[in-house]
């Protein structure tokens, strides 16, 4: 079964710090172009950042200077280190690839994890 698993989610107080992980299962061969995108309630989902199989990252200016995305060592993984959070983070995240493939070689475009909360509360 193909899956994009988040995890690092919780709560945290204005200004502190959290890294969310997203990994892909045992199952999936590759990863093309990863990122994190965020919804809060009664808003639409929108970008937080991305990073390419070459490195190259884009990050929402909302995010610009506080949060940074990497890749793991197998490049199936992705993670988001957030700094400075902030109550406007608040959201649920969820981790994108622009495409995994499989094992048996089976493709698939623009596959969602079911994603992980973030809080930022005092």
């Known amino acids: 079964q193909v899956q994009l698993v988040e995890s690092g989610g919780g709560l945290v107080q204005p200004g502190g710090s959290l890294t969310l992980s997203c990994a892909a299962s045992r199952s999936i061969y590759s990863v093309d172009g990863m990122g994190w995108y965020r919804q809060a309630p009664g808003k639409q989902r929108e970008l937080v950042a991305t990073i390419t199989s070459r490195g190259t990252t884009n990050y929402a200016d909302a995010v610009k200077g506080r949060f940074t995305i990497s890749r793991g060592n197998a490049e199936t993984t992705v993670y988001l280190q957030m700094n400075s959070l902030k109550p406007e983070d608040t959201a649920f995240y969820y981790c994108?690839?622009?495409?995994?493939?499989?094992?048996?070689?089976?493709?698939?475009?623009?596959?969602w994890g079911h994603g992980t909360q973030v809080t930022v509360s005092s």
């Open positions: 994108h690839a622009e495409r995994i493939t499989d094992y048996s070689g089976r493709s698939i475009a623009k596959y």
